[in-house]
């Protein structure tokens, strides 16, 4: 038996250390590697169940090509060369049709850290029209980080500094062990404990101090808190006045967020609002994390993060040890960015970027202002990847496919990304798919996506390639930790998978990009980019590297304000931000009313949905078809307050239909006390393998997948971002027992 050191991707962006035990081409046993820095932190239950899904039926083997109309699930198997050979002569044909804009990709959340290998090849191909879920998870905070403090924020938890451990709209117990065992840790050793969420989560339950706010309005309650901080001059003096810039302005901004008013807008009592502020204020520093519902909480999304942060800020607890600190890319290690060749899209080609003139912050124009700032503090080896904040906007993309406006967008692939289940608007996504002339889906197991493709690729999964986490790779922290292939991901016989990096190589190879990918395997692609450090260490293979010690760390250290400028135009923390001004935007933050909604529809849709909180042990549409996985949660769960349950004769267990204009799904009643009956709590990503794999069904896509009923009109997107909604106030729907 071997042991093999590799970083897990069962979820999002870390890549956790793994041990895994393998015989032969067979897992034995999967365990933490508690040896090094980023792990779960505790127990996590997807490690375990790797082997079932490792070897599960319902992986993708051979490359596999539609041989009968989209939908019927009839496949013809071919070998990697035709399957290259074939889709980069359509899309050569279509780039000379349609022009290179016309190719778009689809990207789901960050599930390994080959992301710049499709930048790459995007910008090699010409077209600037690559889209996905980073505009509505981590892509806003990310660009509000740069332009407010000129680097990622992450949190410094430390025993005998910090005072206060904060959750803003994050339920970690559900979807984050590590963030989870932070938490826990924080009240071990004496820490306060603050939650802010609409629902009674198990952290809500654990803190000291539970805000729980009407869904969508955190930039209210933000601003609220600065004003009643600043007005009780509790806020930091010192930081404010040597650091900040636009203090003055944003003093005049949260003047028109007194208590009384954030408190009919919150639907918390203005004396809430005044303690949590004094709270807060009290207990400094203090760590923050930020979750997805802020962003997911159109038309607020950038306007909430942009408050929190400036909150944050305002109280002292930015660039200070025990809160959180700014932070940039490990030294000797060549970022993303630097690797996604940028410079080769041409400026007319950025122009044409889908939804950038209208939505300008997370695409080219607020890309490149970025950009110039990053540049003069780190070079070439900068943190703004374009895969993370730079993106065609996804709801405009499919509506081009559609309607040919602006132009038409004729080819997708697919990589990393359920479509079918994570975009909202399902109906119009699938007329979407099926308008295109041709559609790639590269994935590691069968999904309702792929059986709609033209042509269905296997892709290996996290034990068969070598990684790094995403935040690591992108630069956002001093840290690189990488892993090693556990297994092969070519086995004669029995299966031809290819990792994301070697298939946009295989791809770009075919259509004149051959001098741009000297790196064969990602292996070399590792060995290239850690060789400094590797050099440092004085060891010649990234085996080498990883069996001595698998990680490199610069502690990152508080202070950076006052070693000069930091990387924003004025060179200080930016409460009023000049990109923001120059964008067309308002440069400071505001609560934003959601005015896209008429009386009637708010008479007949008279509940909040707050879709999506993250279940264990499920990740977005994943896992499904692993029974290991599914036993442990079997079907998808509505929560619906008692008395809201009462008055629609529904009881717990029994289905109900959600229904909007667009359309209705079915899930199961679980009933509650932990929120108000005016909301209900969704899950989503839900399909079922068992049903049949042939249209109409496509594994029962249209029965439970709550994105059939959520609407992605871009009118309702976030003003700046673009973000879609998926929690927050445009999420209307009324219920039924089924
Ligand atoms: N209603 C609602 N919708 C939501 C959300 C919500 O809260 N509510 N959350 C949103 C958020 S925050 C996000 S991030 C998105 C997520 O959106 P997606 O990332 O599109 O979601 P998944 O369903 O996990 O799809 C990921 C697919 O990638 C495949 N995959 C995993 N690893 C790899 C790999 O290494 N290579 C390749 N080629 N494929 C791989 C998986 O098998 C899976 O089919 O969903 C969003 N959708
Ligand atoms: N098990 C599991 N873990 C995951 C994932 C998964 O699919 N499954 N996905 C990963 C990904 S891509 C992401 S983005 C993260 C997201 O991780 P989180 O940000 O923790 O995501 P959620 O569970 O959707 O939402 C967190 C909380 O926000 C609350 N909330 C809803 N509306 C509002 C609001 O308007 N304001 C405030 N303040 N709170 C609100 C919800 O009640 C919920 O408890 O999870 C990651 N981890
Ligand atoms: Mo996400």
Redesign the pocket.
């Known amino acids: 038996m071997k042991v093999r050191y590799s970083s897990c991707y069962f979820?999002?962006?870390k890549g956790c250390a793994m041990k895994v035990m393998v015989d032969g081409e067979r897992i034995e046993r999967v365990v933490v590697d508690t040896k090094a820095p980023v792990t779960p932190e505790g127990f996590c239950v997807r490690p375990t169940l790797a082997r079932e899904y490792q070897e599960h039926p319902f992986r993708l083997n051979y490359p596999l090509k539609r041989r009968a109309e989209r939908g019927a699930n009839q496949w013809e198997e071919i070998s990697w060369d035709q399957a290259f050979d074939e889709i980069a002569a359509k899309l050569a044909s279509i780039r000379q049709r349609y022009g290179a804009e016309s190719l778009a990709t689809s990207s789901g959340?960050g599930r390994g850290a080959w992301d710049f290998a499709k930048s790459r090849f995007m910008n090699l191909f010409g077209s600037p029209n690559r889209f996905g879920?980073v505009t509505i998870?981590?892509g806003p905070r990310s660009m509000v980080w740069f332009t407010t403090f000129g680097g990622s924020v992450v949190p410094d938890q430390k025993p005998d500094k910090t005072k206060l451990a904060v959750l803003?709209?994050?339920?970690?117990h559900?979807?984050?062990p590590s963030t989870w065992h932070s938490f826990k840790k924080a009240k071990q050793f004496g820490a306060r404990t603050m939650v802010?969420?609409?629902?009674c989560?198990e952290p809500?339950r654990q803190a000291d101090w539970w805000?729980q706010?009407?869904?969508?309005?955190?930039a209210a309650l933000a601003l609220g808190l600065m004003q009643v901080i600043i007005e009780e001059g509790l806020y930091d003096r010192e930081f404010v006045d040597s650091h900040t810039f636009g203090f003055s302005q944003l003093r005049e901004r949260v003047k028109e967020y007194p208590p009384e008013r954030v408190a009919k807008i919150t639907g918390l009592s203005a004396w809430k609002v005044r303690e949590t502020a004094r709270f807060l204020a009290a207990h400094q520093p203090s760590t923050m994390v930020i979750?997805?519902?802020?962003e997911?909480?159109a038309p607020n999304s950038i306007q909430?993060v942009r408050a929190i942060n400036l909150l944050f800020a305002i109280v002292g607890s930015i660039d200070r040890e025990g809160g959180n600190l700014i932070t940039g890319p490990c030294s000797g290690f060549i970022p993303d960015a630097a690797m996604e060749l940028n410079h080769m899209l041409s400026p007319q080609q950025r122009a044409k970027q889908i939804g950038s003139d209208r939505f300008r912050l997370l695409s080219y124009p607020g890309w490149e202002l970025v950009e110039e700032q990053m540049r003069k503090k780190w070079g070439e080896r900068h943190p703004a990847a374009v895969y993370l904040n730079c993106l065609a906007h996804a709801p405009s993309v499919f509506r081009a496919m559609l309607t040919e406006k602006p132009y038409p967008v004729k080819a997708l692939i697919v990589t990393a990304s359920n479509p079918l289940l994570s975009y909202p608007n399902t109906g119009l996504v699938y007329k979407a798919l099926l308008a295109t002339e041709l559609l790639v889906t590269f994935d590691i197991t069968w999904t309702p996506t792929a059986l709609i493709s033209d042509y269905v690729l296997p892709a290996a999964c996290w034990l068969e390639r070598p990684d790094m986490g995403n935040f690591a790779s992108a630069g956002a922290y001093p840290l690189v930790q990488i892993g090693e292939a556990a297994l092969p991901a070519r086995v004669p016989g029995k299966y031809e998978r290819l990792n994301d990096y070697e298939f946009w190589r295989g791809l770009g190879l075919r259509l004149g990009q051959e001098e741009y990918w000297p790196w064969e395997t990602f292996e070399q692609v590792w060995e290239y980019r850690l060789r400094e450090i590797m050099d440092r260490r004085e060891v010649k293979t990234l085996s080498e590297f990883i069996h001595q010690q698998r990680w490199e760390l610069d502690t990152p250290k508080a202070g950076l304000c006052s070693q000069g400028p930091l990387a924003t135009p004025s060179g200080k923390v930016e409460l009023y931000s000049t990109i923001f001004e120059r964008l067309g935007y308002d440069p400071l933050p505001d609560y934003l009313e959601p005015d896209k909604l008429d009386d009637e529809t708010r008479r007949q849709y008279p509940l909040l949905n707050?879709s999506?909180?993250?279940?264990?042990?499920?990740?977005?549409s994943?896992f499904r078809h692993v029974q290991g996985f599914r036993r442990l949660h079997p079907e998808p769960i509505v929560e619906i307050h008692v008395d809201l349950a009462r008055r629609k004769g529904i009881a717990d267990g029994d289905w109900v239909w959600i229904e909007t204009p667009l359309g209705r799904v079915k899930q199961r009643a679980r009933l509650t006390t932990s929120?108000n009956p005016g909301y209900i709590?969704t899950q989503h990503?839900w399909w079922f393998p068992e049903m049949p794999a042939e249209q109409p069904s496509l594994h029962g896509l249209w029965e439970a997948n709550i994105n059939v009923t959520i609407d992605d009109d871009p009118e309702k997107c976030d003003p700046i971002s673009g973000g879609w909604p998926l929690?927050?106030q445009y999420l209307r729907c009324r219920i039924r027992k089924a």
Do not use: M, Q
């Open positions: 979820c999002t962006s959340t879920a998870c981590y803003w709209g994050r339920n970690p559900e979807g984050g802010v969420d609409p629902r989560t809500a805000v706010l009407k869904p969508g309005t955190d979750g997805v519902a802020a997911h909480s909430s707050i999506g909180c993250r279940t264990i042990p499920f990740h977005h994943e929120f709590s990503g929690k927050g």
